[in-house]
T-cell receptor, first 115, second 115 residues
Framework: DQQVKQNSPSLSVQEGRISILNCDYT??????FLWYKKYPAEGPTFLIS?????DKNEDGRFTVFLNKSAKHLSLHIVPSQPGDSAVYFC??????????????FGSGTQLTVLP | GAGVSQTPSNKVTEKGKYVELRCDPI?????LYWYRQSLGQGPEFLIY????????DSGLPNDRFFAVRPEGSVSTLKIQRTERGDSAVYLC?????????????FGPGTRLTVL
């Protein structure tokens, strides 16, 4: 069973507009959440993270929102740029289990920003 | 500085053969992770090293998979009797100390194709 779900495999947005990528998780023990960006033929690159004690974290054009009661997080990119076109993965880690350090990834959302 | 490097970038082998995949982590990083990414999926955890020891190998799919990190830096993932289902991109990541909030930096991956 998937513990982290990204239900939208793709998203297209016009340059300058907001991109909103969504992610749901099932395990309430997760307490650290991340977004990674991946270009073709490269490894995932860390983008932004948020701890479960917060509900928002902002870094430049990127903001991550966490709704713990809904087990939902989202990534907002404003304004979107063509260079943002990539696959975005949400990931979780932490918790009290022995596997706290491994990242559990969603299946990714391909973002295309149209010029 | 140099990032995580992985060799080879591509490996094509025949069913039943043995393969070794190499990972050079960022210098000084004590934690090293292996993940596997199948087409259309997010990376899936395989094994985590803290120093020379495998701290968590719960993601290895079966006993055909084995990984070592004898000197606490370079790691080798070994797959015996390869099967077509082993075809995937194998990603390596490293982090400075292995706490769950440490950023994991990924290499570009090795694309393994089993014919």
């Amino acid at each position: 069973d998937q513990q982290v779900k990204q239900n939208s495999p793709s998203l297209s947005v016009q340059e300058g507009r907001i991109s909103i990528l969504n992610c749901d998780y099932t395990n309430s023990m997760f307490d650290y959440f991340l977004w990674y960006k991946k270009y073709p033929a490269e490894g995932p690159t860390f983008l932004i993270s948020i701890s479960s004690i917060k509900d928002k974290n902002e870094d430049g054009r990127f903001t991550v929102f966490l709704n713990k009661s809904a087990k939902h997080l989202s990534l907002h990119i404003v304004p979107s740029q063509p260079g943002d076109s990539a696959v975005y993965f949400c990931a979780t880690t932490g918790g009290s289990s022995g596997s706290a350090r491994q990242l559990t990834f969603g299946s990714g959302t391909q973002l295309t920003v149209l010029p | 500085g140099a990032g995580v490097s992985q060799t080879p970038s591509n490996k094509v082998t025949e069913k039943g053969k043995y393969v070794e995949l190499r990972c050079d982590p960022i210098s000084g990083h004590t934690a090293l992770y292996w993940y596997r990414q199948s087409l259309g999926q997010g990376p899936e955890f395989l094994i985590y090293f803290q120093g020379t020891g495998a701290a968590d190998d719960s993601g290895l799919p079966n006993d055909r998979f084995f990984a070592v990190r004898p000197e606490g830096s370079v790691s080798t993932l070994k797959i015996q009797r390869t099967e077509r289902g082993d075809s995937a991109v194998y990603l390596c990541a490293s982090s400075s100390s292995g706490t769950f909030t440490d950023t994991q930096y990924f290499g570009p991956g090795t694309r393994l194709t089993v014919l």
